[in-house]
T-cell receptor
Framework: EAGVTQFPSHSVIEKGQTVTLRCDPI?????LYWYRRVMGKEIKFLLH????????ESGMPNNRFLAERTGGTYSTLKVQPAELEDSGVYFC??????????FGPGTRLTVT | GQSLEQPSEVTAVEGAIVQINCTYQ??????LSWYQQHDGGAPTFLSY????GLEETGRFSSFLSRSDSYGYLLLQELQMKDSASYFC???????????FGTGTQLKVEL
């Protein structure tokens, strides 16, 4: 069974540019989550999809972040325009069981 | 809101037993999870406690005391490959989102 995959693995962009991160969850997992870890800090929740619906987006930092999950399969997270403080590692996770979340390898975003 | 505290670093020798503690403050606690992360890779699920007591999975055990808002991860027969960061994470009532602690860097030495 394939795990959670994320693309790209690394992205370096300039301040003001746009970046789109992609996450492919484990097949059959209705729950999809986005988290991020800023340097030296804890992993923080961004949002949670159940199928294509946003269940909880309380962790989204501001309206420069837009997440979508069309068709309830893969998800994208767009940052537009990117700011320096957006740098960090963005993790995607998926689950069927409510407590066991499977994480992807992350996308390391560097905004210069 | 929620907050979790863990030691930042723990060092132990190969073959030993180590305990990583986690205390939390949360409204509407539902369960405590533990994740392992090697060198910035994908966090990997280790264990979950929804009820008080001990859960055992091979060399790893996790304990929860809801009355004390406290849990720990116990690693036995330490191996070099156990060197990693370990995170406790709280799941609160009303949703599935996890709130993570700042992580404990475990270093296993010969």
């Amino acid at each position: 069974e394939a795990g959670v995959t994320q693309f790209p693995s690394h992205s370096v962009i300039e301040k003001g540019q746009t970046v789109t991160l992609r996450c492919d969850p484990i097949s059959g997992h209705d729950n999809l989550y986005w988290y991020r870890r800023v340097m030296g800090k804890e992993i923080k929740f961004l949002l949670h999809f159940v199928k294509e619906s946003k269940q909880d987006e309380s962790g989204m930092p501001n309206n420069r972040f837009l997440a979508e999950r069309t068709g309830g399969t893969y998800s994208t997270l767009k940052v537009q325009p990117a700011e320096l403080e957006d740098s960090g590692v963005y993790f995607c996770a998926s689950s069927q069981a409510q407590y066991e979340q499977y994480f992807g390898p992350g996308t390391r975003l560097t905004v210069t | 809101g929620q907050s979790l505290e863990q030691p930042s670093e723990v060092t132990a020798v190969e073959g030993a037993i180590v305990q990583i503690n986690c205390t939390y403050q949360t409204s509407g606690f539902y369960g405590l999870s533990w994740y392992q992360q090697h060198d910035g890779g994908a966090p990997t699920f280790l264990s979950y406690n929804g009820l008080d007591g001990l859960e055992e999975t091979g060399r790893f055990s996790s304990f929860l005391s809801r009355s004390d808002s406290y849990g720990y991860l116990l690693l036995q027969e330490l191996q070099m490959k156990d060197s990693a960061s370990y995170f406790c994470a709280v799941r609160a009532r009303g949703g599935n989102k996890l709130t993570f602690g700042t992580g404990t860097q475990l270093k296993v030495e010969l």
